[in-house]
Structure formats: structure tokens, C-alpha cells
Nanobody, 125 residues
Framework: QVQLVESGGGSVQTGASLRLSCAAS????????MGWFRQAPGKEREFVSA????????YYAESVKGRFSISKDNAKNTVYLQMNSLKPEDTAVYSC??????????????????WGQGTQVTVSS
């Protein structure tokens, strides 16, 4: 079992930055692919970013590429999502997830086994 706890969300204005953290306990994250997903009110859950178990491969949704950066600190058992140049359309609940799927499935939320409860990010214009 892996327990995931997100933090770092908040309310900011357009153009601001936030760094989300996903702290894990129970098992080392070094063996898991980690993903960030978001869900806005009335919308489906959306892939944001993912990082491979070793941290060498990263993946991004087109909508956040160049603005968001994912990283993994296996020593701290924590995954981060640095979000820069935030836009109102980034407003959502952001959740991290851990899975053991192949890297071809990093964008598929159903492939992830463990989920955090999420943290709210609100970007106002």
C-alpha cells in the first residue's frame, strides 16, 4: 500500500507560480511511475504530467508543456509539480497517482493504482 498526500495548492493570479508536492508513505516511490492529473468542475479528469520510476523520462500534456515541470526525489519519497505562468484554465483539483504500468500508459488514469486526495489550484484573471 502507498499513501499519497498532496500539498502546495492555493489561489493565485494569472502568471503566478505554484509548486505542488506529493509525499508518499508505505512504499518507496522509486518503483512507481508517478502521475499528476487534474479535474475542473464539470469536466473529466485530465492528464497533466508523469515521470518514470527512475525519474529519467517525463511526460506532459500539450496544454502545460513548457510551463509545468515534474520531478521526483526518491530520497524524500516525494514528487513535485512546478507550475509556472499559470492561467485561469489551469484551475482544478490536482491529484497525484502512483502506478506500475508501462510507460506507454502514463496518460491513462485507470492504469494508476494509488491516488492522493487532491489539492485545489485556483487561478484568477
Amino acid at each position: 500500500q502507498v499513501q499519497l498526500v498532496e500539498s502546495g495548492g492555493g489561489s493565485v493570479q494569472t502568471g503566478a507560480s505554484l509548486r505542488l508536492s506529493c509525499a508518499a508513505s508505505g512504499r518507496p516511490l522509486s518503483t512507481y511511475t508517478m502521475g499528476w492529473f487534474r479535474q475542473a468542475p464539470g469536466k473529466e479528469r485530465e492528464f497533466v504530467s508523469a515521470v518514470s520510476w527512475g525519474g529519467r523520462s517525463t511526460y506532459y500534456a500539450e496544454s502545460v508543456k513548457g510551463r509545468f515541470s515534474i520531478s521526483k526525489d526518491n530520497a524524500k519519497n516525494t514528487v513535485y509539480l512546478q507550475m509556472n505562468s499559470l492561467k485561469p484554465e489551469d484551475t482544478a483539483v490536482y491529484s497525484c497517482a502512483a502506478g506500475s504500468q508501462g510507460l506507454q500508459y502514463v496518460r491513462d488514469y485507470i492504469r494508476y493504482t494509488y491516488w492522493g486526495q487532491g489539492t485545489q489550484v485556483t487561478v484568477s484573471s
